[in-house]
């Protein structure tokens, strides 16, 4: 459907945004979380799982880390609606 790939644009054109943000702002509470939540994934992966709740807590980090509330929330409703209709 075109509104997938129009959901994914706009996650990845946001999530660019939120990545440079979080490289500037990010505490060390917030690289320690997004180090812990990568080896979940790599976990997740070597049981066989696709990891979409890791990917989902990974990227809310970053949005967190950008410390930017406007930011965390658009990721909370884009990934909210990516959940219900990719997952």
């Known amino acids: 459907r ?3 790939l129009e ?3 706009l996650r990845k054109i946001i999530e660019v945004g939120a990545a440079g943000l979080a490289a500037l702002r990010r ?6 979380r997004m180090e812990e939540i990568l080896r979940q994934m790599e976990r997740d992966l ?3 799982e696709l990891g979409e709740e890791a990917d989902w807590q990974f ?4 949005a967190q880390a950008a410390q930017n509330s ?3 929330t658009l990721m909370n ?4 609606t990516m959940r ?3 997952y």
């Open 27 to 32: 505490s060390r509470e917030h690289l320690d």
């Open 2 to 4: 075109s509104s997938d």
């Open 84 to 86: 219900r209709g990719l």
């Open 46 to 48: 070597v049981g066989g």
């Open 77 to 80: 409703t884009i990934s909210g």
């Open 59 to 62: 990227h809310y980090t970053i």
């Open 7 to 9: 959901l994914l644009e």
């Open 70 to 72: 406007l930011l965390v």
